[in-house]
């Protein structure tokens, strides 16, 4: 089974000096998805890989979403590139994984790493999720901070979102952990909501969600025929669309055999 990605037309061309801002931007966009609280774990989530085709004005790119399952959890991977005319002007990579746990009823990250080979100097991030501390390395600079409850970091929010749909959990605003500190989202469940994409039309879950005091908002539109994946997303700044993206290519895999063992010990972070 093969999925489609987004793409987005952006109403607003970023100028060629800020193409690599712009990438990580809409990047961000996508993988903050918004601070949800800890899903049940009562249904797995079956295993996927997909691809986005993103578009942000003259800005193109790709990006790569893999869920896996481990003994215990999850493993998420995230990679964004650009292509195109923005790989004229920035080229590299970022790579995001983090490991997540379920415990009873609940599901929470171990660990979040990232490579970031398009900034210059290449940034590395390393953050390890306890049940009191969130610790570790940002911008060569040492973490420590207290842990919220039900926190998550901005890609294990999107995996706590998709199986907190699937399980019929509420959506309140909640935390995530970016940039060496934690914020805020509200957002609304728009339910029986149409997308359109290349890949056909679905009858999706809108999740609308937004800083607190901050005219910028997102959009995921979540596809229940596609185990919750997400097969649109719309970005807008003061009320006004600036970016729109499709869902391109997708597998999913429900069968699982012999998962490694879900610990932060074997994440990209530590190899």
Known sequence: MRIA????????????????????????LFLMVVAVPQ?????????????LAIRYGP??????????????????????QPKGFASLFKSGIINETTYLETAGETVRPLDYAS???????????????????????????????????????????????????????????????????????????????????KSGTFDTVEVRYAPKDSDKSSSLFFA???SYLPVMIVYREGGKVKSRAQLSEYRIDSAVENPPV??????LADQ
């Open 39 to 51: 899903a049940t774990a009562s249904e797995t989530l079956p295993a996927f890989e997909a691809t």
């Open 5 to 28: 990605l987004l793409q987005s037309p952006f109403n607003k061309p970023c100028r060629p000096a800020t193409l690599y801002t712009c990438t990580r931007e809409l990047c961000l």
């Open 224 to 226: 229940p025929s596609l």
């Open 115 to 197: 490579t970031d080979t398009i900034a210059n100097p290449v940034r590395t991030t390393h953050y390890v999720f306890q049940q009191d501390r969130v610790s570790g390395v940002y911008k060569s600079q040492p973490v420590d901070v207290p842990m919220m409850p039900g926190g998550h970091n901005r890609i294990s929010a999107h995996i706590a979102m998709m199986m907190a749909l699937q399980s019929g959990v509420d959506l309140p605003g909640f935390a995530i952990f970016d940039r060496a500190r934690w914020r805020e989202f509200e957002f609304e469940t728009i339910p029986n909501q149409v997308a359109k994409t």
């Open 262 to 267: 879900c610990s932060s010990e074997n994440t």
């Open 59 to 80: 800005l193109s790119g790709t990006m790569t979403l893999q869920l896996s399952h481990c003994t215990g959890g999850y493993i998420y991977a995230t990679s964004l």
